[in-house]
């Protein structure tokens, strides 16, 4: 059973930062693409940032870029996302996912098409 953890979200004025974590057991494939998504009420989870466990390649959503760091884990199972700078349109809900692919397609945003997802983590960003 593949499952994956998120931690760290939580409530903070704009400006503020925020580190999410995301770990990842029952892996059954020794690298994946892994990564966040967003999704707020009655909108689609749209993709943040994503990163290749093998060899770093990253994929930033327009918004995300040059204010968020995704980051891998020297186990390569856990991802960590780093938010600085944050605005009240950041507010969601933070999903992790995983799947196996290979880097170039996860630095395109191919992570859309996750086969493993966890339960989500609150972010909420105030004004």
């Known amino acids: 059973l593949v499952e994956l953890a998120e931690s760290g979200g939580g409530s903070v004025q704009a400006g503020g930062s925020l580190r999410l974590s995301c770990s990842a057991s029952g892996y059954p494939y020794s690298s994946a693409c892994m990564g966040w998504f967003r999704q707020t009420p009655g909108k689609e989870r749209i993709g943040v940032a994503h990163i290749h466990t093998d060899d770093g390649t990253t994929y930033y959503s327009n918004s995300a870029r040059g204010r968020f760091t995704i980051s891998r884990g020297t186990a390569k199972n856990t991802v960590y996302l780093e938010m600085n700078g944050l605005k009240p349109e950041d507010t969601g809900i933070y999903y992790c996912?995983?799947?196996?692919?290979?880097?170039?397609?996860?630095?395109?945003?191919?992570?859309?098409?996750?086969?493993?997802w966890g339960r989500g983590t609150q972010v909420e960003v105030s004004s």
């Open positions: 996912a995983a799947a196996k692919m290979r880097p170039y397609l996860c630095s395109q945003g191919g992570l859309t098409a996750a086969q493993y």
